[in-house]
């Protein structure tokens, strides 16, 4: 049986890293955070419960500030409810924070953590604990035609726009997959990915 400890690290290129989230616009004046807070709930929540072998990094990338990335781990988690006003709550709590220094996560509640930095730093650190990384997009192959191993495998994936040129770049050395013939959501790209592994698919 396949045991994978699964990250998910998400770019939103709109979504302030700085300043003020507005909980009753999350898909206008908040930058498409919902798109974020949606892929939030896939990667964690289950109908009665949380994936404890689960973490996604949001990467802030709009507004006036420096880029910031947030860490839900669903190991530790608590004190969140499965619904897109409360996470986005969360996350308007930390935006409003100092922004730590690139590569130095800081904890503000449970099983929520935030650090400066971009996907690149994401990417270096998931190298250096020997994570197996993949990119979700449509262009790549099935995902049930790689073999996975017994050991941590982070997927990237955008928000509702496309990888920029700069982000590509970063991601030129890994493998490309995806998970059907329709160009979908983050968040149903996300619940897909659990599916798979979840029912044994990979060996």
């Not at 990417?123 to 604990?129: A, K, P």
């Not at 993949?134 to 790549?140: A, E, I, M, P």
């Not at 049930?144 to 955008?158: K, Q, Y």
């Not at 990888?163 to 590509?168: P, R």
Request: proline fraction near 2%; aromatic fraction near 6%.
């Amino acid at each position: 049986m396949i045991n994978l400890q699964r990250r998910f690290a998400i770019i939103g290129h709109r979504a302030p890293s700085t300043g003020n989230i507005f909980l009753n616009d999350l898909s206008g004046l908040s930058g498409r955070i919902d798109v974020l807070v949606r892929a939030i709930n896939s990667t964690l929540f289950l109908s009665h419960g949380i994936r404890k072998d689960s973490q996604i990094i949001l990467h802030l990338m709009g507004g006036e500030g420096s880029s910031r990335r947030v860490l839900f781990d669903g190991s530790t988690l608590a004190g969140v409810r499965p619904d897109e006003r409360s996470i986005a709550g969360h996350i308007r709590s930390l935006v409003k924070l100092r922004l730590p220094p690139i590569g130095t996560w800081i904890r503000v509640s449970a099983g929520i953590y935030h650090s400066g930095g971009d996907i690149e730093t994401t990417l270096q650190e998931w190298s250096r604990d020997e994570v197996n990384i993949l990119v979700l997009d449509k262009q790549g192959i099935e995902l049930d035609e790689i073999t996975l191993v017994d050991t941590d495998v982070g997927f990237i994936l955008s928000d509702d726009t496309p990888f920029s040129d700069k982000e590509n770049k970063s991601l030129i050395e890994f493998k490309r997959i995806n998970v059907g013939e329709k160009w979908l959501q983050g968040h149903s790209c996300i619940t897909i990915v659990h599916h798979i592994i979840d029912s044994n698919i990979l060996d």
